[in-house]
């Protein structure tokens, strides 16, 4: 019997039941950008950054069940927008001193402004 699927950005994701899509999509080698998801502590979806389309509806992925047949939507533009301006708010807080970070350059926050363009 194999593994059910869901459709990430038109790829098909395997899943075992039970695995968000964020957990099916990290276990299967994909990407959705993120900051509050790690492996060993429970899914809160406090960041937003890991905001998909599905449904008709837009969802945490790290919080969101995998369901079989699923169409979920990470990579649109609209939510790419959305995820730029979540974290152009983290570093307007003024917390986020970079270029005197003593993790400069192994910083998933600033590697996601960077793939977002800021």
Same mark, same amino acid.
Request: glycine share 10%.
């Given at each position: 019997m194999t593994d059910p699927v869901f459709w990430l950005d038109q790829q098909a994701v395997p899943f075992q039941p039970g695995q968000t899509i964020m957990q099916a999509a990290t276990a299967a080698g994909g990407y959705i950008p993120h900051?509050?998801?790690? &492996? /060993?502590?429970?899914?809160? /979806?406090?960041?937003? *950054?890991c905001i998909v389309e599905t449904g008709g509806s837009i969802r945490a992925a790290c919080t969101t069940p995998a369901v079989a047949d699923m169409q979920v939507s990470s990579a649109t533009p609209g939510l790419q927008e959305q995820r730029k301006q979540l974290i152009e708010l983290l570093f307007a807080e003024g917390n986020h001193l970079c270029p005197g970070c003593e993790v400069s350059g192994n910083c998933q926050l600033q590697a *996601?402004?960077? &793939?977002? /363009?800021?």
């Amino acid at each position: 019997m194999t593994d059910p699927v869901f459709w990430l950005d038109q790829q098909a994701v395997p899943f075992q039941p039970g695995q968000t899509i964020m957990q099916a999509a990290t276990a299967a080698g994909g990407y959705i950008p993120h900051l509050c998801f790690h &492996d /060993g502590l429970t899914p809160h /979806g406090s960041c937003r *950054l890991c905001i998909v389309e599905t449904g008709g509806s837009i969802r945490a992925a790290c919080t969101t069940p995998a369901v079989a047949d699923m169409q979920v939507s990470s990579a649109t533009p609209g939510l790419q927008e959305q995820r730029k301006q979540l974290i152009e708010l983290l570093f307007a807080e003024g917390n986020h001193l970079c270029p005197g970070c003593e993790v400069s350059g192994n910083c998933q926050l600033q590697a *996601l402004a960077y &793939d977002l /363009g800021m």
